[in-house]
């Protein structure tokens, strides 16, 4: 289970935690969420989006927007993404999300394999969000935030079961591209988009 270990080696000084959701989903935006959570009163059963229900992540989540110390959310938007590839435009979404703080951070921690090219300390954890906690309350703010986003934009395009597949390349999420083709949020430069757009 996350634990406060990563955070407690760079205090004094506020920590924040940052995660991403949806680098490989076919269509919609990438979305990344910073936390900085008191250590006094932190939300018990946090732990990787992932490996939590929808329900409990749904209540998690309002627990850690009541009882961090800030949160903030940063976005990439699909033609960020078609622009600059999905690495870089994940980078920009959590560069957003630590800037939507509003606080100075001593440090940052983040997800994976690299940091964004920014000028706050920060170390990069691979499985961070089942390491720390602050990792792990992003990824469930990240996840949730981006699964609204694309339960919202199943509504205007009905045919691609995105309320369900959050946009990612379902069975049924395949044919309707194939059957009626992209939206505007498809990401063309994702191949089974392109793949389509090029026939």
């Not at 936390?35 to 998690?60: M, N, Y």
Request: proline fraction near 5%.
């Amino acid at each position: 289970m996350p634990d406060f270990a990563h955070e407690s080696l760079h205090h004094p000084g506020l920590v924040a935690g940052v995660d991403e959701a949806g680098r490989g989903p076919l269509a919609g935006p990438v979305v990344a969420a910073a936390v900085i959570l008191r250590v006094e009163d932190c939300p018990q059963g946090l732990d990787d989006s992932k490996k939590l229900s929808a329900t409990r992540r749904a209540a998690l989540e309002v627990e850690i927007k009541d009882r961090a110390l800030c949160w903030g959310l940063g976005v990439a938007s699909v033609e960020e993404i078609d622009r600059l590839n999905i690495l870089w435009a994940t980078m920009l979404a959590m560069t957003r999300a630590v800037a939507a703080l509003g606080r100075d951070c001593a440090h940052v921690l983040v997800d994976g394999n690299r940091c964004p090219d920014w000028s706050y300390a920060s170390s990069a954890i691979v499985g961070g969000d089942a390491k720390s906690l602050s990792i792990a309350a992003a990824s469930i703010l990240a996840k949730e935030a981006r699964d609204r986003m694309m339960v919202e934009a199943a509504g205007r395009h009905p045919h691609y079961g995105w309320a369900s597949n959050k946009g990612y390349g379902s069975a049924q999420h395949l044919a309707a591209l194939r059957t009626h083709g992209p939206t505007p949020l498809h990401r063309r430069s994702f191949a089974p988009v392109a793949q389509l757009v090029l026939l």
